[in-house]
């Protein structure tokens, strides 16, 4: 999902794993929960925009027939603390028990009363504190511009392999998170404007102040801005609102030619996997993000450049609407992302070649494997990952793979897809064309 715009050894994240639940029932039950999350925030900001306090509420089911008797919330940003002085700090919790922090800080389990049973719900609140730390980053600020991605606490996921509990990494993402319903209310002096995840609207607070109210639905995650931002605004052929907030050393003529951009990758992207569904998109552009480009849903952190705008955009639907699990299987959207990108630029990927290093390398590998081969990292997972597409593409012919990943998006539409369900919907779509060799050809396993 970073948009990786150099090459060198990147940074790995620290951190242990904490193992999943052993093969117990729990494990046993592929039923993804605590499912239909609903989170409602109210939150105040400094004078700057650098800190928020305020409070975190999120309602959730539990659709498996293992009864839920703990949740666990990722506080993903106390990565970039030293735990356990943390930038994100969870206190006075309600509707269970709080335990100690795990995971470098960046899990707390939250026991739950009583066991929650199949189709039961329940809710649990938190006063939040977000301090945001120095340096241009998904999380960090550059000056008085602040960029706040990952901050606010999300639900890990359980499923059959048990609870994810995976360490953060700062080479690519950990995040897997079920679609999910968002009021976010963000109170903040009236000289910043605040891009967020979902549709925002503003209204007067307190002498100086503005409240902005962002709801977003089915999405998978919230992050905002906060700054003296500059802001053009325009709309897709589609009807989307695009908004692109730059940052003061950007120039009108750069975030106008990103605003087109925009609006042209959109209507593009949407053309291909299916009609954008947020009917908003925030753009933040800053040169100084180490890291290229980052996404989240309806907004966007990126340099001035083309070629990753329109991948963070195609993340909208890859990560985004169709889900997956980004620490266990990166491909599934930054393979496919890239190759939504050579699409928008009608580059046919002619050429592409693929040479394995390892026994070991393969491309549906783990972030934990990436993490310790982060030289290769975006060479695999980025680029033999869209050239598999590319020659998927030429075996079972364009309008076979056209079909394929528009009825691919459909089927996952607001859920979550695997490796395994992939191969199963692009073995449909070849038909009498077995690809068996082809999944072993490009060491896709799963």
Known sequence: MLYRL?????????????????????????????????????????????TWTGRESVSFSNPSATALSEVYLRLWDNYHGSCPSTPVTVS??????????????TALKITLPAPLPQGGTAAIG??????????????????????IGNALPVLAVRDGAGWHLDPYTNNGESFYALASDYDVTLDHPSSMLVPA????????????????RATG?????????????????????????????SVGSISSSSATSMLNVATASLDAHAGRFGAYPYGEADVVLDNGFWFGGMEYPGFVLDLVNSTALAHELAHQWFYGIVGDDEYTTPWLDE??????????????GSGCGITW??????????????????????????????????????????????GLLKSYAASHWYGVSTVADFKAA????AGSTSLTSFWATHRVEG
Request: include cysteine; charged fraction near 15%; charge should be positive.
């Open 426 to 429: 692009a073995q449909a779509a």
């Open 6 to 50: 150099m090459t060198g050894v990147l940074a790995v994240a620290a951190g242990l794993a904490v193992p999943a639940t052993p093969a117990t029932a729990a494990a046993a039950d592929s039923t993804r929960t605590p499912a239909t999350p609903a989170y409602t925030l109210s939150l105040t900001s400094d004078a700057t925009g650098g």
């Open 92 to 105: 006075n919790v309600t509707g269970g028990t709080a335990g100690a922090l795990q995971v470098g800080c």
């Open 217 to 245: 639905k089915k999405v998978r995650e919230f992050a905002w801005g906060a700054g003296p931002f500059k802001k053009i605004s325009g709309r897709t052929a589609g009807g989307v609102a695009v908004n692109v907030y």
């Open 357 to 402: 290093q390892s026994s070991a390398e393969k491309l549906t590998n783990s972030m934990a494997y990436w993490d310790q081969h982060s030289g290769r990292y975006s060479t695999v997972v980025y680029g033999y990952g869209k050239c598999t597409l590319h020659d998927l593409r030429r075996l079972i012919g364009t309008t076979a793979m056209t």
């Open 126 to 147: 938190f006063d939040l504190r977000i301090v945001v730390p120095s340096g241009v980053d998904r999380f960090g600020h550059d000056g008085s511009y602040y960029f």
């Open 335 to 348: 393979g496919f992302t890239d190759y939504a990108t050579d699409l928008y630029f009608n580059k046919t």
């Open 197 to 212: 995840t979902g549709t925002s609207t503003d209204t007067p607070g307190t002498t100086g102040r503005t409240v902005t």
